[in-house]
């Protein structure tokens, strides 16, 4: 199984909203990531867990909760959003753990688009 | 951190070989060259990455200059399915820090 998986495809939601992204990975890998990617940019990195906890934070708003309950599984809680906050959220993962000097192809998810109201 | 230079958009027919390039001057002497592209509605896929020797896969050849300021990728017989944004992407040996640039986006004719 070489798949990240993240769900759901697509969520709208209010500015009131509380909703979670979940990705999920088999491959036995111990860092994973979420990236956020708005219409015609490059995703930026917003978080980085390695070997279950938190390597990275670039300085991203409170609103966003991430959470690694398992080395299989990643979620980003989401918390009175703003409209602005609307763009494909993807995410990754990759063999080695944070600050490991080795071969580490980044995998990614197909992404939730999530569109706030 | 070391940034990269793509340009912003690439034309190339179908079944012609494709050469992408990528500055990046400011690269340090740990930092690897990756390569991945994003199709329409998918995320990223790595395509390719080298340190100072030129490497090949099934996908794609990397061509890195001798003094590593730049490097090609080098697609040897593009398809319609190779329509992507290739960004080119500096990382950290000591760590998986990357940064993704503007990309390139590619357009394959029939």
């Known amino acids: 199984d070489t798949e990240v998986t993240q769900t759901p495809k697509h969520l709208v939601m209010g500015m009131t909203n509380k909703k979670s992204l979940k990705c999920e990975q088999h491959?036995?890998?111990?860092?994973m990531y979420w990236y956020k990617q708005k219409a015609k940019k490059p995703p930026e990195l917003m978080f980085v867990?390695?070997?279950?906890?938190?390597?990275i934070n670039e300085s991203v708003p409170s609103r966003f909760s991430p959470e690694c309950p398992n080395s299989s599984l990643l979620n980003l809680h989401l918390h009175a959003l703003q409209p602005e906050d609307s763009a494909l959220y993807l995410c990754?993962?990759?063999?080695?753990?944070?600050?490991?000097?080795?071969?580490?192809?980044?995998?990614f998810g197909p992404g939730t688009r999530l569109t706030v109201l | 951190d070391a940034k990269t230079t793509q340009p912003n958009s690439m034309e190339s027919n179908e079944e012609e070989p494709v050469h992408l390039p990528c500055n990046h001057s400011?690269?340090?002497?740990?930092?690897?060259i990756h390569w991945y592209r994003q199709l329409p509605s998918q995320g990223p896929e790595y395509v390719i990455h080298?340190?100072?020797s030129n490497v090949n896969n099934r996908m794609a050849s990397l061509a890195i200059a001798e003094d590593r300021k730049s490097s090609t990728l080098i697609l040897h017989r593009a398809t319609l399915r190779d329509a992507a944004v290739y960004y080119c992407?500096?990382?950290?040996?000591?760590?998986?820090?990357?940064?993704f640039g503007a990309g390139t986006r590619l357009t394959v004719k029939p």
């Open positions: 867990y390695s070997y279950e906890k938190l390597s």
């Open positions: 080298g340190l100072t």
């Open positions: 491959m036995g890998h111990r860092a």
């Open positions: 990754a993962s990759s063999q080695g753990g944070w600050g490991i000097s080795s071969y580490n192809e980044q995998f």
């Open positions: 992407i500096l990382r950290a040996a000591l760590n998986n820090d990357m940064r």
């Open positions: 400011t690269i340090s002497g740990t930092d690897y």
